[in-house]
C-alpha cells in the first residue's frame, strides 16, 4: 500500500540556520499539507498545497516558512532562519481528492530539533 | 475559531472492558470529525470519520450535533487498542482547509 515518505527522520541544526524537510507524497495525490507537534502539544496545521500553490495557511507559517513542490513527486518545507521554538514534529500529509475534504494520509514525521 | 477537546489525557481500561474516548467540539458550521490513532512507533492514520457512519476495529463514533460531541466507542477493549487516540475537525473553509486536532489521549488496555 503507497505510503507518504519523509526525509531525514530527525534533524539537528543550529538556530538561524536555514532546513529543508522533504516529503514525498502519494503518488496522484491532489492536496499536501504541512502540520507540526510541538513535544506535549497538539498537531497544528501549518499549511496546505494545491495546484501548485498554497491554497490555506495558519498563523504559525509566517515568513520564515515556505513550500515548494519542485517536481511531481517532492513537497518541501523550508524554514529560513530556525528559531529553538521550531523545535518539533513536523507531519506531512497528503489527500487523493477529488475534494480538500477528502481524507488526509500522514507520513511518519521529522523531527527538528534545533540547538 | 473552531476547536477540539478531549478532555482526558490518559485512560486505563481493562481488557474485555468498555471504553469510551470523549471528543466536544466547537464550530459554528457543520463540521466534519475523524479519529485518527497512533500506534507506538508508527505514523498517524485515519480511524474513522462520521459521514462513513461505518465501524472499524469494533469502533464506532456518533456525530451528536446538539451536545457537540463525538466520542469514540468501543464494547470490548483489546490490547492491541492501546495507542494514542486523536479527534480532529475540518471545517468548510473555501480552501483546502487543514484538520483542526485536540490534544489526544493516550489509550492503555492491561491484560
Known amino acids: 500500500e503507497p505510503e507518504v515518505t519523509q526525509t531525514p527522520s530527525h534533524q539537528v541544526t543550529q538556530m538561524g540556520q536555514e532546513v529543508i524537510l522533504r516529503c514525498v507524497p502519494i503518488?496522484?495525490?491532489?492536496?499536501f499539507y504541512w502540520y507540526r507537534q510541538i513535544l506535549g502539544q497538539k498537531v497544528e496545521f501549518l499549511v496546505s498545497?494545491?495546484?501548485?500553490?498554497?491554497?490555506?495557511k495558519s498563523e504559525i507559517f509566517d515568513d520564515q516558512f515556505s513550500v515548494e513542490r519542485p517536481d511531481g513527486s517532492n513537497f518541501t518545507l523550508k524554514i529560513r532562519s530556525t528559531k529553538l521554538e521550531d523545535s518539533a514534529m513536523y507531519f506531512c500529509a497528503s489527500n487523493p481528492g477529488p475534494t480538500s475534504t477528502d481524507t488526509q494520509y500522514f507520513g511518519p514525521g521529522t523531527r527538528l530539533t534545533v540547538l | 475559531a473552531q476547536r477540539v477537546t478531549q478532555p482526558e489525557k490518559l485512560l486505563s481500561v481493562f481488557k474485555g472492558a468498555p471504553v469510551e474516548l470523549k471528543c466536544n467540539y466547537s464550530?459554528?458550521?457543520?463540521?466534519?470529525l475523524f479519529w485518527y490513532v497512533q500506534y507506538s512507533r508508527q505514523r498517524l492514520q485515519l480511524l474513522l470519520r462520521h459521514i462513513s457512519r461505518e465501524s472499524i476495529k469494533g469502533f464506532t463514533a456518533d456525530l451528536n450535533k446538539g451536545e457537540t460531541s463525538f466520542h469514540l466507542k468501543k464494547p470490548f477493549a483489546q490490547e492491541e487498542d492501546s495507542a494514542m487516540y486523536y479527534c480532529a475537525l475540518l471545517y468548510s473553509g473555501g480552501g483546502a482547509d487543514g484538520l483542526t486536532f485536540g490534544k489526544g489521549t493516550h489509550l492503555i488496555i492491561q491484560p
Open positions: 503518488s496522484n495525490h491532489l492536496y
Open positions: 464550530y459554528s458550521g457543520s463540521p466534519e
Open positions: 498545497f494545491y495546484n501548485n500553490e498554497i491554497s490555506e
